[in-house]
């Protein structure tokens, strides 16, 4: 059978994809390439994934996966027993599901948004106001996670796909700094998934 093949680009969110599939054990093929310049590599990632986003994931069927959350949930489910997503009979199932979807619901489109202005019609002052409300939002947003996380991991006492989060989030838009200073909890559960080997080769090799 051949590999899963993960389109990203480093320093995205693609490696949140590649942590999970290294935990997981499944072999994939991994595919950077900077993802908004124009080329061959563009070109065939619109034709993949119209939204032009990275992480894309191309199963070995030649089924195309375009949002993050089904990526990891896909993982899980091929190795339940590598520690993903809790078991579905789980009582914290439940739990993971739903802060699954605020981290795709919530805060991604943040960003989504905040990036570029511009595709909502907004320029000059309107994008600066935008882009400052976007991401007090997600500040706000992070700080109702913090509260929820009860350590050392964000679920408790286990590694989850929630904390592979964690890892990539807490180096963005506004960086560690502002979440040492003001979400320890969040920041203690990206640094103790970070003292996974395989996270940590994903961290050097996106982030260092």
């Not at 390439?33 to 034709?47: F, I, N």
């Not at 994934?49 to 489910?77: C, F, K, R, W, Y």
């Not at 009979?89 to 795709?104: C, D, T």
């Amino acid at each position: 059978m051949a590999d899963h093949e993960l389109i990203g680009s480093k320093g995205c969110g693609s490696a949140i994809v590649e942590m999970a599939f290294d935990i997981a054990g499944i072999p994939c093929r991994v595919t950077d390439l900077p993802y908004l310049e124009p080329g061959a590599g563009r070109d065939r990632l619109l034709a993949l994934n119209p939204l032009g986003q990275v992480p894309t994931l191309v199963l070995p069927d030649g089924t195309v996966l375009t949002e993050s959350a089904a990526m990891i949930l896909h993982a899980a489910e091929s190795a339940p027993d590598c520690g993903l997503a809790p078991p579905p009979a789980s009582a914290a199932r439940s739990r993971f599901l739903n802060e699954l979807i605020v981290l795709v619901a919530a805060v991604y489109p943040t960003f989504t948004f905040a990036d570029d202005p511009g595709k909502f019609g907004l320029d000059g002052d309107a994008a600066v106001d935008f882009k400052a409300q976007a991401d007090g939002r997600r500040l706000d947003i992070f700080r109702q996670i913090d509260a929820r996380i009860t350590g050392p991991y964000w679920l408790g006492e286990s590694l989850s796909a929630l904390d592979l989060y964690l890892v990539a989030l807490t180096r963005w838009r506004p960086g560690r700094p502002w979440f040492e200073a003001n979400v320890p909890r969040v920041v203690a559960a990206a640094r103790a998934a970070e003292r996974h080997p395989k996270v940590a080769a994903v961290v050097a090799r996106h982030f260092d």
